[in-house]
Every structure is written in C-alpha cells, then in structure tokens.
C-alpha cells in the first residue's frame, strides 16, 4: 500500500509564494514520474509540473518562470515551490506519482489534494 501526503497549501495574496510539498511511503520498489495537478471547480484536472526520477521536468505553459518542482529521491518527496501567484492559479492541488513494485508493475498514485487560495 502507497500514500502521498501532501502539505503546504493555503491562503496568498496575489504576488505572493507558497511551497507544496508531497511525501510518498509504503511498500515502494521504485518511483518513477511524480508531480502536481490541479483543478478547479468545473474544469478538467490539468498537469501542472512533473519530473522524472532522472530529473526531468515538465510545465503547464501558464506556470513556466514561476514555479519550479524538485524531487527529493531519498525522502520520496517532491516539491512544487509556486513564486508569482495569480488569482488564477487558484484551485485543488493533486500529487502524483507513478510508482512500480518488484515486477515492475506500474500504478497511479494520488494524494487527497491540498487547496491553494490566491487573493487579488
């Protein structure tokens, strides 16, 4: 059985940063994608950053130059450090991970969302 824990979600003016943090543990052979999704109330869940367990990463073109994820391979803990906040980055906040056991059987894991407010 895997988690993701999620922290680091909460209420900013606009302008302002948060860091969300997401902690994976359980019986875990290897992690291979994790990152962040979000949605919004009536709209589609959307890819917001992922990254590699090689260190590659991706953004939502709304979100490149102001976010930044990282990945703690150790800790089993990525990270999405969100600078420049807009009203429109508003919304639950999902971690994701993509994690395979011993037979290298791949599952989707998702953690139970974190909300971040930003006020204008």
């Known amino acids: 059985q895997v988690q993701l824990v999620e922290s680091g979600g909460g209420l900013v003016q606009a302008g302002g940063s948060l860091r969300l943090s997401c902690a994976a543990s359980?019986?875990?052979?290897?992690?291979?994608?994790m990152g962040w999704y979000r949605q919004v109330l009536g709209k589609q869940r959307e890819l917001v950053a992922d990254?590699?367990?090689?260190?590659?990463?991706n953004y939502h073109d709304s979100v490149k130059g102001r976010f930044t994820i990282s990945r703690d391979n150790v800790k089993n803990t990525v990270y999405l450090q969100m600078d420049s906040l807009r009203p429109e980055d508003t919304g639950l906040y999902y971690c994701?991970?993509?994690?395979?056991?011993?037979?290298?059987?791949?599952?989707?894991?998702w953690g139970q969302g974190t909300r971040v407010l930003v006020s204008s």
């Open positions: 990254c590699t367990s090689g260190g590659t990463t």
């Open positions: 359980g019986t875990i052979f290897r992690i291979n994608s």
């Open positions: 994701n991970a993509e994690i395979a056991n011993a037979l290298n059987q791949r599952h989707d894991y």
